[in-house]
């Protein structure tokens, strides 16, 4: 099975076909995709006018397109790296039991659905290599009431995600999954009260 970089080559590559170079481009996603696979694609294809289901597109946007998820990746992966030092520096000291952003983490090694989109059309508008930046300094910090990408406070609890964790915090205005550890206990209760009311509205 072909690596992120093997098919990121591919995709550079001017030898190959439009179709397949295309084709590596959706493969690196199964590899990193910070949405979520789908809304990660709606998400490339948007910002670099990319018709979702053409089999040939513009080389010079499918290249777009991978740098700005490569520029992504390389944020994650320095982040990953420092999460395993702090671990290991944990477990040297005697503490080894995962705190809730280790749990968050375990969810999303790898960096699929780092920053989950439960709706595959509705995500952050910004560059990817952005909203990681803000989410993992977000992590780093104290716990606040707004979405550390968009730093909106219009957040829904909802029962019915479509991934792990299955349920959860989600913003309404840049649609991710907003993970629990930034949030405040009142922030958490807000948006489940926004939730009851949206369950009731609907029944």
Known sequence: MAG?????RQVRDPRCDLALRRYSLRK???RFAPYGHRATWDHLCGRHSIEPEDRAPDPARLVAAL?????????????????????????HDGRRRPGSIDDWHRRTWGG??????DTPAAHPSGALGEVLRRLISALG???????????????????????????GPVCRGCGIVVPQPVLTSEAVAAAKRAGRKDLASVA
């Open 4 to 8: 992120f970089r093997s098919l990121a």
């Open 112 to 117: 699929n659905g780092v920053a989950r989109c």
């Open 67 to 91: 740098d700005e998820l490569e520029e992504a990746r390389a944020v994650w992966l320095a982040y990953e790296e420092s999460f395993a030092d702090r671990r290991k520096r944990e477990k």
């Open 141 to 167: 910090t104290d716990a606040g009431a707004a979405c550390p990408v968009c730093e909106g406070t219009s957040i829904v609890w909802r029962q019915d995600l479509a991934h792990e964790p299955w349920f």
């Open 28 to 30: 690196c996603l199964e």
